[in-house]
């Protein structure tokens, strides 16, 4: 059974940083992302990544998100900097299965960002 447990959000002052975890488990995973869903607003990309490394992002997270990943530990990165109260929002980890294709989400994690 697939499991992806986020964890690393709370609550940050502008132009702080949080890290996001994201642990992976019950198969093997191309493509891991985060997208987040703020209030009222439908859920948006934030960032994936394919297994080999290659990142993409969304162009607004561009310059102060990265995101990484550990295959020995199926587990992703989301490192925020420079948080703004607009990045307010539930974080959700995606996992793309490699040889099943089958596309997975975590719970999601809260992050919140005050002025």
């Known amino acids: 059974q697939v499991q992806l447990v986020e964890s690393g959000g709370g609550l940050v002052q502008s132009g702080g940083s949080l890290r996001l975890s994201c642990a992976a488990s019950?198969?093997?995973?191309?493509?891991m992302g985060w997208y987040r869903q703020a209030p009222g607003k439908q859920r948006e990309l934030v960032a994936t990544i394919t297994s080999a490394g290659s990142p993409t992002y969304a162009n607004s997270m561009k310059g102060r998100f990265t995101i990484s990943r550990d295959n020995a530990k199926n587990t992703v990165y989301l490192q925020m900097n420079n948080l703004k109260p607009e990045d307010t929002a539930v974080y959700h980890c995606?996992?793309?299965?490699?040889?099943?294709?089958?596309?997975?989400w975590g719970q999601g994690t809260q992050v919140t960002v005050s002025s």
């Open positions: 995606n996992a793309i299965g490699r040889f099943s294709g089958g596309n997975y």
């Open positions: 019950g198969s093997i995973f191309s493509i």
